[in-house]
C-alpha cells in the first residue's frame, strides 16, 4: 500500500520533472519578462541575516538576494550555481570547487574565491545557527586563484554537498563583512549578494521590495521584474488576500490548511505539495525520559500507541500529512535512509496495548481511573498546536493518563523546555532538513544533550549504540552503508521511544495560475525564484 | 461698585491660575510616568524567558556561549536594579534605547509606526464621537419612540459584537464578495502610487479598519450620551428653567447638552490617551501597521526596549490628554474647580 | 421595593433583558446535567453541520458546539461578574474618595489611576496573562486591573461636581459624617452612570476575554465562548456555526447585560421617577 503511493509519488515526479526538461528544451517560448511577484512572508522576520538565524522567513526573503555555491533539482541532485563545478577527492578528505567567472556582488564587485573561504570559515562555521555542524570538517579553504576554492576536510562529510544552497549556506561579500563582527553587522537588513534579485526598501510592518538584477550572472535572468515579500499577521486575512489575488504566493502554513482546501476549488488557484524535498518536518512529542514514570520505556510506547496519528492529520491538519514511523521523515526514502521496518505504534488493537503496557509497568489505575498526571506543553506557533494538545488530553485520558495542556510564548516554551528541563511532554516540530547529519543527529545523541541550547536532545535520551551508529553514519561515503546505519538507528530508537514520532508534516506551495516555474528546487520558497515568469 | 475692573482682574487671575495648573499637573507627571517604566520594568521581568530566547528559538539553533554573548550585548547579563538603573538614565535623557531584535532605535521604529497608527485611531475617534453624541442626542430627544428604539438596539448590537467577528465579516462581504475595497494592508503593495493616487489608495484601505473600529465605541458614546442626556433632564436646574418659561430647545442645546458631555469627554479622553496604543485586535485582522500590533509582537519576542518605549510615549500623551480633559470639564462646569 | 421592581417592569426591552440573563445562568447552572461530562469530548463526526444529531453541530474534531456553550457559559459569566466586581468596588472607592476630598488625596490616587491608565488597556491585559501564563485567574485579573480605572475617573468626576451641590453643603452644615454622606447621600445620585458602566464593563470583559482567546490567550483547559470562537474562526467560511453559535451566546448576553443595566438605570433614577 505505501509502497504504492511511493511509485504513484514517484511517477507525479517524473513527469514533471520531464515538463520541466521539456520546458527548458523550448525556452524563450513561454517564459515572458516583466511582473511583479506579490509573495506572503509569515510572520515579518526580524532581520534579512540569512547567514545568522535560520528562522523562515528570513531565509524567505535573503534566498532571492544571496546564491550558494550549488543549486538543487527536484531529484535532490546538486547543480551548479556560483561553482561550475566540483570534485571530491577519492579519499573523501577534499573537495575542489571551480567558480563561475564574471560573477558581480549587487555593488559591481566582483564575486571571488575569497569571498568562499570567508563566507564559510569567518561566518557560517562560527556563527550560522548549522553551520558548525554543516562544516564542522573543514579545516581550511584553499585559493590557489580567485576562481578555485579546495576545502579540505578532517573527515569525509558526504552530508556538506547538500547543504550549499543559497538558503543553507549563501555566499557573503568579503569587503562587507570583513572588519566586523557578523552578529553586528550594520549592513545586515540592506543585504548585498549575488542573487538575481537585489534589496531596495523594507517598510517595516508592510513588505520588502526586491528589484530585478540587471547584471544577473544567468543570461536573460530572472524574468520578473520586483519581489515583494508582503506581512499580513492575520491568517484569515492572509486567506482574503490570496483569494482576491491582492497576493500570489504563500508557503509553509501562511495559509492554514482548511483554506488550502477551499482555495485549490479556486479557478485561479494551484496548489503543489512539492518544493520542501530538503525540509522533511516531523511533527513529535518530546518525552521528559528523567521524570518518572516517564523515564519507563514502557510507559513512553504506551503514550506512543495511544494517539490516532490519522485523526490528527485528517482533523487538525486537514489531511495533509502522512503517519509518521519513527525519526526520518518517509522522504528520505529517495536518499535511501528510510525504513518502516520498526516496531509499529499505529496498529488496530493499539489501545489495548498501551494499557497493557502501563498495567504491567506497575502504573495502576487509580480509583477515578487514573494512572498519573502531566502537563503537555504546546508550542505556541498557531491554533493547529492547541488543537493537537486538546485531542491528545483526549487520547491519553483514555488509557487512564490526565493531561494538562499548557499554552506559553515561544520565549516561556523554549526556556522551559530546553534551558530548565521543566516539562513532562511537548508537542512540537523540527526539520530533518536536506541530511540527517544537519537535522536529526541533533534531537537523539549524548553529545546534544546540551542545555540552554534550542532544538537539540531536550528529551535527554542517552543510547551509546544509537551514538556509535550515527557517529558512523556521519563520515561513511558508501551510501548503502549508510542506510544501513540509519535503518538500525530507526529500529532501535523507535523501540525506546523517547519521542512519539506523530506525522511527516506536508506543507503546500500555494500560487496564483498567473505565474509559472515558481517551486523548481526541493527548497521551494527557499529558493531563488530566478526562473519564476509571469503571463 | 467695583464691578468692571474686578472681573478684568479675576480674569487675569484664572488665565495665571490656569497656567500654574498645567505647568504644575506637568511636573508632577514626572513621577508618575518613571513610576510607570519602574513597574512595566518590573512586571516584565517576572516573564519567563528573554530576548536571547526567541532569537535563538527562530534561528533555529544556538550554542549557550553565543547566548551567553547575545545576552552581554543586550545588557541581561547585568543585575535587574543595574538595568533598570541604565534604563531609567537613558529615559531621563530622553533617549529610549536601542531594539536589538530590530537592529534600530526604538524611536526610529516606533515613528515608522506612529503616522499610520494616528492616521487610524483619529479617523476613529472623529468618526466615533461625532456620530455617537449625535445618535445619543437624538435618541434622548425622541425618548421612547422608535427613533429612540432603533438607535438603542442598533448601538447596542454593534457594541456587542465581538470586534474580530466584525472585521471579518466586513472583508468577506465589502472586499471578498462585493470586490469594493482591499482586504488589508495601508497601501496597495507592488503598486508604489505617488501624490493623491497615493492618498485616495491610504483612504481606501481605511474605510474597513476605521468603521469596524468605530462602530465599537460609536455605540459607547451613543449609549453615554443618551444616559447622560436623561440623567441631566431630570435636574433641579431643567425644572427651573422650565418654570422660567425657556423654551424646550433652549433647555436641552444651552443648558443639559453642556453638562452631558462631561462623561463623554471623559471616556474621549480615555480613548485619546490610548491612541498610541492602537488596536491590537484591528490592526492583526486588517494587517495595518500600527504600534498596537508592534507592542504585541515585541511582547512576544521579549524586545523590551520597544515595549517600554511604546509604554512611555503613551503615558506621556495619557498625561497631556488628562490636563486637557480637567480644563474642558472647568469649562463646561463652572463649578469644578482648577487650582 | 414594590415600586422599583413596577418601574423595572414598565421597561419592557429590560424585563426581555432580563429573561435572557435568567436562561444563560439557568444554562450555566444546569450544564453538567444538559451535558454531563467534559465539553472538551470527541463527542462525534468533526464538522457535522447543526441541527442534525447535534443542536450546534459539532466543531473540527468533533466536540459538541451546544455542550460548549452550556459550560463555556459558567466561565464567561465567572470572568465577567468577578472581574467587573472587583474593578467597580476599586474604582469607586478611589474615585469617589479622591473626589470627595479633592486636594492632595485627589492628586495622589488620581496619579494611582493614571499610572493604571496610561498602558494601553488591551496590550496591557495581554501583558498580564503573558508575564502570569494563560488561566482562568490571570485572565480575570488582568481585565479587572484593566478596567478599574475608567470606573473611578467616572466616579471621581461625579463626587467632585456633587461635593459643590447645595444638598451636599446643607449635609456638611448639618455635620454629617464624611462617610454617611460619600455613601448615603451622593453615591445613589450618581449609581446610574456607574451602573451603566458596570454593566457595561461586565460586557466588555466578556468581550475582552474572547480577545484574549481569540488572540490564543485564553485558559487551554477551560471552555469558554472566547475560546470557542477563536478555535472556529479559521473554518468560518467552511464552518460557519462553530464560531457563530458561540458568538450569537456573546452578543446576546452583552445585550441581555445591557438592557438589564438599562432598566436598573430608569428605574433607579431618583429624579426619572416621576416622569
Known amino acids: 500500500m505505501l509502497k504504492a503511493a511511493f511509485t504513484a509519488l514517484a511517477r507525479v515526479r517524473f513527469a514533471i520533472l520531464s515538463a520541466i526538461l521539456l520546458a527548458l528544451a523550448a525556452p524563450a517560448q513561454a517564459q515572458k519578462p ?137 555566499m557573503l561579500p568579503k569587503h562587507i563583512f570583513e572588519s566586523v563582527d557578523p552578529r553586528q553587522n550594520p549592513k545586515a ?146 536518499a535511501g535512509f528510510y525504513t518502516a521496518d520498526v516496531r509499529r505504534y499505529d496498529v488496530p488493537d493499539r489501545v489495548a496495548i498501551a494499557n497493557k503496557l502501563l498495567d504491567d509497568a506497575g502504573v495502576k489505575r487509580g480509583a477515578d481511573g487514573t494512572r498519573f498526571k502531566m502537563t503537555l506543553d504546546l508550542i505556541p506557533y498557531g491554533e493547529q498546536w492547541q488543537r493537537m494538545g486538546e485531542y491528545v488530553k483526549q487520547a491519553l485520558a483514555q488509557v487512564g493518563i490526565d493531561v494538562s495542556l499548557r499554552y506559553e510564548d515561544v520565549a516561556g516554551f523554549l526556556r522551559r523546555v530546553y534551558t530548565n528541563y521543566d516539562f513532562d511532554m511537548t508537542a512540537n516540530f523540527l526539520y530533518g532538513l536536506a541530511d540527517p547529519v544537519i537535522g536529526v543527529h541533533r534531537q537523539y545523541t549524548t553529545d546534544q544533550i546540551r542545555q540552554g541550547t534550542v532544538f537539540v536532545n531536550s528529551t535527554r535520551y542517552s543510547n551509546p549504540k544509537v551514538d556509535d551508529l550515527l557517529k558512523r553514519a556521519t563520515t ?32 503546500v506551495n500555494i500560487y496564483n495560475k498567473k505565474f509559472h516555474d515558481l517551486v523548481v528546487s526541493p527548497l521551494g520558497v527557499y529558493s531563488s525564484f530566478d526562473r519564476a515568469w509571469m503571463e | 461698585m467695583p464691578g468692571v475692573s474686578g472681573t478684568g482682574c479675576s480674569t487675569q487671575d484664572f488665565d495665571v491660575r490656569r497656567l500654574r495648573f498645567i505647568a504644575r499637573r506637568l511636573l508632577q507627571a514626572v513621577p508618575t510616568i518613571l513610576l510607570i517604566v519602574v513597574i512595566n520594568f518590573l512586571l516584565l521581568h517576572l516573564a519567563p524567558g528573554d530576548a536571547a530566547d526567541v532569537l535563538a528559538g527562530e534561528a ?132 508604489f502610487y505617488e501624490g493623491w493616487d497615493r492618498v485616495a489608495d491610504i483612504a481606501r484601505h481605511l474605510v474597513l479598519p476605521a468603521v469596524t473600529l468605530s462602530l465599537f465605541y460609536l455605540a ?107 480644563l474642558i470639564y472647568a469649562l463646561l462646569d463652572p463649578r469644578i474647580e482648577i487650582a | ?64 458546539v ?24 476599586l474604582g469607586v472607592l478611589i474615585g469617589g474618595v479622591a473626589g470627595y476630598y479633592g486636594g492632595r488625596v485627589d492628586d495622589l490616587l488620581m496619579r494611582l489611576t493614571e499610572i493604571f491608565q496610561t498602558i494601553p488597556s488591551f496590550v496591557f491585559a495581554i501583558v498580564l496573562v503573558a508575564v502570569m501564563s494563560p488561566s482562568v485567574h490571570s485572565t480575570v485579573i488582568a481585565i479587572a486591573v484593566v478596567s478599574w480605572p475608567g470606573v473611578a475617573r467616572l466616579a471621581r468626576g461625579e463626587f467632585l461636581s456633587m461635593r459643590r451641590r447645595e444638598f451636599v453643603q446643607s449635609c456638611v452644615s448639618l455635620g454629617m459624617g464624611d462617610l454617611r454622606i460619600m455613601f448615603r447621600q451622593i453615591l445613589p445620585n450618581c ?20 480577545g484574549l482567546a481569540f488572540l490564543g490567550l485564553g485558559d487551554p483547559n477551560v471552555m469558554s465562548w472566547g475560546f470557542q470562537v477563536g478555535a472556529g474562526r479559521t473554518v468560518l467560511r467552511s464552518a460557519w456555526w462553530i464560531c457563530t453559535f458561540p458568538g450569537i451566546a456573546i452578543l446576546l448576553t452583552v445585550l441581555a447585560i445591557n438592557l438589564v443595566g438599562e432598566g436598573l438605570n430608569d428605574a433607579l433614577n431618583p429624579r426619572l421617577r416621576s416622569a
Open chain 3, 66 to 89: 451546544a455542550a460548549g456553550i452550556a459550560h463555556g457559559a459558567r466561565t464567561s459569566l465567572l470572568i465577567g461578574l468577578i472581574s467587573t466586581a472587583v474593578a467597580v468596588l
Open chain 3, 1 to 64: 421595593m414594590g415600586g422599583f421592581w413596577h418601574r423595572f417592569a414598565r421597561n419592557r426591552s429590560a424585563v426581555l433583558g432580563l429573561a435572557i440573563l435568567a436562561i444563560v445562568l439557568l444554562m450555566a447552572a444546569a450544564a453538567p446535567l444538559l451535558y454531563p461530562g467534559s465539553p472538551f469530548a470527541l463527542a462525534g463526526r468533526p464538522l457535522s453541520g447543526p441541527f442534525g444529531e447535534f443542536l450546534f453541530g459539532t466543531d473540527t474534531l468533533g466536540r459538541n
Open chain 1, 189 to 334: 537588513d540592506t543585504p548585498i549578494g549575488t542573487g538575481p534579485f537585489r534589496f531596495v526598501e523594507w517598510q517595516k510592518g508592510q513588505y520588502i521590495r526586491l528589484d530585478k538584477n540587471r547584471d544577473y550572472w544567468k543570461q536573460g535572468r530572472p524574468y520578473l521584474d520586483r519581489i515583494v515579500a508582503r506581512f499580513v499577521p492575520d491568517a484569515s486575512t492572509r486567506t482574503a488576500a490570496m483569494e482576491k489575488g491582492e497576493v500570489h504566493f504563500a508557503a509553509f502554513d501562511a495559509i492554514p490548511f482548511v483554506d488550502v482546501k477551499r482555495l485549490q476549488t479556486l479557478p485561479h488557484i494551484a496548489t503543489t505539495t512539492q518544493g520542501y524535498e530538503f525540509i522533511n518536518s516531523v511533527t513529535m512529542m518530546e518525552i521528559n525520559t528523567k521524570k518518572a514514570p516517564l523515564d519507563k520505556k514502557e510507559v513512553r510506547q504506551a503514550i506512543a500507541y495511544a494517539i490516532d496519528r490519522k485523526f490528527i492529520i485528517d482533523n487538525i491538519w486537514y489531511g495533509f500529512g502522512r503517519p509518521s514511523t519513527g525519526p526520518l521523515n518517509a522522504d528520505f526514502a529517495k
Open chain 3, 191 to 210: 449609581l446610574s452612570p456607574i451602573i451603566v458602566t458596570a454593566s457595561l464593563l461586565v460586557a466588555t470583559a466578556i468581550l475582552i476575554e474572547s
Open chain 1, 476 to 507: 561513511e561515503n558508501d551510501p548503502a552503508k549508510r542506510a544501513a546505519l540509519y535503518f538500525d538507528f530507526q529500529k532501535t530508537v523507535v523501540e525506546d521511544s523517547p519521542i512519539v514520532w506523530v506525522f511527516d508534516m506536508q506543507f
Open chain 1, 34 to 170: 516583466g511582473g511583479t511577484l506579490i509573495m506572503m512572508v509569515q510572520p515579518e522576520p526580524p532581520t534579512l541575516a540569512s547567514y545568522l538565524s535560520t528562522s523562515g522567513p528570513i531565509g524567505q526573503v535573503a534566498a532571492k538576494i544571496y546564491d550558494g555555491l550549488l543549486e538543487y533539482d527536484l531529484d535532490l541532485k546538486p547543480q551548479p550555481s556560483l561553482a561550475e563545478s566540483w570534485q571530491v577527492a577519492p579519499d573523501g578528505l577534499s573537495v575542489t570547487f571551480k567558480l563561475r567567472q564574471g560573477v558581480k556582488f549587487h555593488d559591481g564587485k566582483p564575486f571571488t574565491s575569497a569571498d568562499v573561504k570567508h563566507s564559510v570559515l569567518e561566518v557560517l562555521k562560527k556563527v550560522h545557527p548549522r553551520g558548525p555542524g554543516t562544516f564542522r570538517a573543514v579545516t581550511e579553504i584553499e585559493t590557489p586563484d580567485a576562481q578555485t576554492a579546495v576545502f579540505k576536510l578532517s573527515e569525509p562529510a558526504p552530508y556538506m554537498l547538500r547543504a550549499l544552497s543559497g538558503y543553507e549556506s549563501p
Open chain 2, 60 to 191: 533555529g539553533s544556538a550554542t549557550p556561549e553565543y547566548m551567553a554573548a547575545l545576552r552581554a550585548r543586550f545588557g541581561l547579563d547585568q543585575p535587574l536594579y543595574v538595568q533598570l538603573f541604565v534604563y531609567l538614565k537613558n529615559i531621563l535623557s530622553l533617549d529610549l534605547g536601542y531594539s536589538f531584535r530590530h537592529n534600530q532605535p526604538v524611536l526610529t521604529l516606533i515613528l515608522d509606526r506612529l503616522g499610520p497608527t494616528l492616521l487610524l485611531m483619529a479617523t476613529t475617534l472623529v468618526l466615533s464621537v461625532s456620530i455617537g453624541v449625535l445618535l445619543g442626542l437624538l435618541a434622548a430627544t425622541g425618548l421612547r419612540t422608535w427613533r429612540d428604539n432603533i438607535i438603542s438596539v442598533l448601538a447596542l448590537v454593534s457594541y456587542a459584537t465581538p470586534l474580530f467577528w466584525l472585521g471579518l465579516m466586513l472583508i468577506i462581504i465589502f472586499s471578498i464578495q462585493l470586490d469594493w475595497l482591499p482586504t488589508s494592508g495601508m497601501e496597495t503593495i507592488g503598486a
Open chain 2, 220 to 326: 459607547v458614546y451613543t449609549r453615554l450620551m443618551r444616559a447622560a442626556m436623561l440623567e441631566q433632564a431630570g435636574m433641579d436646574y431643567v425644572t427651573t428653567a422650565r418654570a422660567k418659561g425657556l423654551t424646550e430647545r433652549r433647555i436641552t442645546f444651552g443648558h443639559v447638552l453642556r453638562n452631558a458631555l462631561l462623561p463623554v469627554i471623559t471616556v474621549a479622553g480615555i480613548q485619546t490617551g490610548g491612541l498610541i496604543g492602537g488596536s491590537v485586535v484591528v490592526e492583526t485582522i486588517f494587517g495595518w501597521p500600527g504600534l498596537g500590533l508592534l507592542a504585541f509582537q515585541s511582547l512576544f519576542a521579549r524586545d523590551l526596549n520597544l515595549l517600554f518605549g511604546i509604554f512611555f510615549l503613551s503615558a506621556c500623551l495619557v498625561v497631556v490628554v488628562n490636563v486637557i480633559v480637567d
